[in-house]
């Protein structure tokens, strides 16, 4: 049989496979139909994942300038016959395309309905299978509605707005000590928990070494930190050393509503949910900590307000409290105030400074993130952009860093001359904000200060200025000096506000003036394990420390320990630590095995 006669009777099997426009009943699988309920619609579609709604759909429209023949939508468009069927337009039938066989018979062609877009609210249907379609919806369900409260998302899509303090929510053992946005979201919380358990090495391998010492058993830990899948692992690791934990959230916008539900259906008493108002924020951390029957004897706190709520509400706990466990830059430094009083009631490990947390969180992590969190909040484009960054500490640095790279034109504050040194030397200009702030595009505050961009600089920015901050706390940017009447917010998407002056100029604010990176994106997973492996070896250092060793003072973590957190992570890369002989080690006066470096080394 030849070629040409294959090709023709497989293009008229092709033919009579594909439905008539009379075929497309509103039953018909082809067809778009508002029954279905389990499809969604476009317009959901485009408010959460419109790349996805995008690619999921094949259109060919054979419409040119002037030409209004409807497009295709079928999944087989590329397969209608070429070899042995010729097209030619009738023109009595007002521009219809029909087939003419080589039989000469002639084939009407399929009319396809035009695609309906968002706001002919039509839905639409890629003609699934039974369980394909309960798959799909499931799927849809998933990726559009639980994951909203992601800190990746752009949009709440819940139409559940009642607070979840006036819910009564128990997981599926009945047990009901928690509060959070949505218990249903557990599975998805879970996953995204093993996501993070991949790139968490050092943890995953602190719970198995010592998971039969128990080293925590009896550790009473109560949280706040950022609650986010990286935090689950922390939080699931203490437990599997032997800790209880009570948890709550540092941030109002950083807590992911799934991972906060995993941990709840998992037994952790968790109160945190995603634009908790600041009344709820503070009631949560009251939650954690008055307990009838639970007593808290460490505190593992991110910004101190967790301390700071403690030492008002109920200090007679610091008499059973062992010790305090500090990861950021603001706590820290309430900590050393309240040491300098002589208020500091229990010894205090500062995480922040250890080598491991400031030269790998601070630098590394912000130095992703910043890109991340501006581009999923605003789309910007670097290339070109003038930007200032007030302050140039490891934040400050890994911020710079990454602007740099794509091609921003980057000025830097910096009160303190050796760190202005370095920006010079690492070909940034230094500026007073003053000084440029008419012309640049975006301002980024990373120095752990308050009132570093006032109203005064507000006024005086540019049209579309976006406005955010990479500290901990909300306080650098006076955001309560724009809550005026003459000056109008605008809504745009979740953690995304317009300003709006009275002549029209306008400002883009992000997360509220609030820690942009956990607000409005998400923070990699490998150099939180950093952090994390550093934060569980503080609470079994001071938890397990015999008395004396630790006085009512703010300490760092043993050298030692930083080398031991970088070491457990060095087998990711395949790295291969060089061991001095006994002559190198004598010659340098070290042990062999650490620590390397004294204590005044800067790294």
């Not at 952009?385 to 890994?398: I, P, S």
């Not at 630790?550 to 395949?574: G, I, N, R």
Request: aromatic letters at 6%; hydrophobic letters at 35%; glycine letters at 8%.
């Amino acid at each position: 049989m030849s070629v040409q006669v294959v090709a023709a009777k497989m293009a008229e099997v092709e033919l009579k496979d594909v439905p008539t426009g009379k075929d497309l009943s509103a039953g018909s699988p082809m067809s778009p139909t508002s029954e279905d309920k389990s499809l969604p619609k476009i317009d959901s579609f485009a408010a959460g994942s419109s790349g996805s709604a995008a690619a999921s759909l094949t259109v060919e429209s054979s419409a040119k300038a002037g030409d209004s023949s409807p497009g295709l939508l079928t999944p087989n468009a590329a397969k209608l016959p070429q070899a042995s069927a010729m097209k030619r337009t009738d023109p009595q039938q007002n521009g219809g395309e029909a087939f003419v066989n080589r039989d000469g018979t002639v084939a009407e062609a399929p009319r396809m309905k035009k695609i309906q877009f968002a706001e002919q609210k039509q839905e639409f249907n890629k003609r699934p299978s039974k369980i394909g379609r309960r798959s799909l919806s499931r799927s849809i369900s998933q990726s559009s509605t639980d994951s909203y409260s992601s800190a990746a998302s752009y949009t709440d899509s819940s139409d559940d707005e009642t607070s979840p303090r006036d819910k009564q929510q128990k997981n599926s053992k009945g047990n009901g000590d928690f509060c959070i946005k949505n218990i249903k979201q557990a599975d998805f919380g879970r996953r995204e928990i093993e996501i993070a358990e991949q790139e968490m090495p050092a943890l995953m391998a602190l719970r198995k070494r010592a998971q039969g010492e128990k080293p925590l058993a009896g550790a009473k830990v109560v949280g706040c930190t950022h609650i986010t899948a990286q935090t689950a692992v922390l939080m699931e690791t203490l437990s599997a050393l032997g800790a209880q934990c009570r948890w709550a959230a540092c941030n109002i916008y950083s807590t992911q509503n799934e991972v906060a539900a995993a941990l709840a259906e998992g037994g952790f008493s968790v109160f945190a949910w995603k634009g908790e108002s600041e009344d709820d924020f503070w009631w949560c951390i009251d939650r954690c900590v008055n307990v009838e029957g639970w007593q808290p004897n460490m505190i593992l706190d991110d910004g101190g307000d967790l301390t700071h709520w403690i030492y008002k509400k109920y200090p007679s706990m610091f008499k059973k409290i062992k010790g305090i466990v500090e990861e950021s830059v603001t706590g820290v430094h309430r900590l050393y105030q309240l040491s300098k009083a002589g208020k500091l009631c229990v010894p205090a490990m500062n995480v922040n400074d250890s080598v491991t947390k400031q030269k790998f969180d601070n630098l590394y992590c912000c130095r992703e993130s910043i890109l991340d969190g501006l581009k999923r909040t605003t789309d910007v484009m670097f290339g070109g952009k003038q930007v200032v960054v007030c302050g140039y500490g490891e934040v400050g640095k890994g911020c710079c860093a990454a602007l740099k790279a794509m091609g921003s034109i980057v000025y830097v504050t910096e009160i303190d001359p050796i760190c202005a040194l370095q920006a010079c030397m690492d070909g940034f200009r230094l500026v007073k904000l003053n000084e440029v702030i008419r012309q640049v595009d975006i301002v980024i505050t990373c120095t752990g200060n308050k009132n570093v961009v006032v109203r005064e600089h507000l006024d005086r920015m540019k049209n579309g200025c976006i406005v955010c901050n990479m500290g901990h706390s909300n306080t650098e940017i006076d955001v309560a000096s724009l809550r005026t009447p003459e000056l109008t917010w605008e809504r745009v998407r979740s953690q995304v506000d317009h300003v709006i002056w009275p002549d029209g100029k306008r400002i883009v604010l992000l997360a509220e003036g609030r820690l942009l990176n956990l607000s409005c994106s998400t923070v990699p997973t490998f150099v939180l394990s950093i952090t994390a492996t550093t934060q569980a070896l503080a609470l079994i250092e001071l938890y397990n420390a015999p008395e004396g060793r630790y006085k009512q003072d703010v300490y760092l973590l043993p050298k030692k320990m930083d080398e031991y957190v970088a070491s457990l992570h060095l087998p990711t890369f395949d790295a291969h630590l060089t061991e001095l002989t006994d002559e190198q080690a004598k010659y340098l006066g070290l042990n062999k095995n650490g620590p390397f470096k004294p204590n005044y080394y800067r790294y």
